[in-house]
């Protein structure tokens, strides 16, 4: 049981290059999340999926896309890297949609640097 | 807006000690909580989900408290050893799954 895998575990990027962040779950999850972790702050959300083709805004969801036309995948698209990019970031899952009362798994993560 | 303070940012105590960590919330309207363990280079592991009709819960040598009244949640860890050493985060589940996370405490056990 792989849970939630997220591809690449590293990358470097120049300002301005464009590139797409995997994640994939095989818990036949409804609801898909990323968020970005920053030096001294709490997951801040940036978007998020309640099923295939429905996708909606998080807290800082600028510079960023998603899309979700499979249950299993939900990949985070960065369009022009920019430095204030450079973060962790973490794709997560959960069973239901709308719930409150179910744990969230998460992946091990995506470090970007952009230069 | 929900915000979550985590204090203290940073604790070590030495192996064997019972400890605990606190968890603040702007708006003590919370619902649900739940408390996280994440290791250096990894993802988050869900180690508690307290649920609105519940003030605690527990496993193994964990207990997780929440304090609507106060707006505050308690991480008591009994007889820690080193392999506890991990950064802790809470979060607030009261928008369901999107989740409002403090910034953790970074707790390194001494042996």
């Known amino acids: 049981n792989a849970g939630v895998t997220q591809t690449p575990k590293f990358q470097v990027l120049k300002t301005g290059q464009s590139m797409t962040l995997q994640c994939a779950q095989d818990m036949n999850h409804e609801y898909m999340s990323w968020y970005r972790q920053d030096p001294g702050m709490g997951l801040r959300l940036i978007h998020y999926?309640?099923?295939?083709?429905?996708?909606d805004q998080g807290e800082v969801p600028n510079g960023y896309n998603v899309s979700r036309s499979t249950t299993e995948d939900f990949p985070l698209r960065l369009l022009s890297a920019a430095p204030s990019q450079t973060s962790v970031y973490f794709c997560?899952?959960?069973?239901?949609?709308?719930?409150?009362?179910?744990?969230?798994?998460f992946g091990d993560g995506t470090r970007l640097s952009i230069l | 807006k929900q915000e979550v303070t985590q204090i203290p940012a940073a604790l070590s105590v030495p192996e064997g000690e019972n400890l605990v960590l606190n968890c603040s919330f702007t708006d003590s309207a919370i619902y649900n909580l739940q408390w996280f363990r994440q290791d250096p280079g990894k993802g988050l592991t869900s180690l508690l989900l307290?649920?609105?009709?519940?003030r605690e819960q527990t496993s193994g040598r964990l207990n997780a408290s929440l304090d609507k009244s106060s707006g505050r949640s308690t991480l008591y860890i009994a007889a820690s050893q080193p392999g506890d050493s991990a950064t802790y985060l809470c979060a607030d589940r009261s928008g369901g799954n999107k989740l409002v996370f403090g910034a953790g405490t970074i707790l390194r056990v001494k042996s």
């Open positions: 997560a899952s959960s069973l239901r949609r709308q719930t409150s009362n179910q744990p969230q798994h």
């Open positions: 307290i649920q609105s009709s519940q």
């Open positions: 999926s309640v099923g295939a083709g429905i996708t």
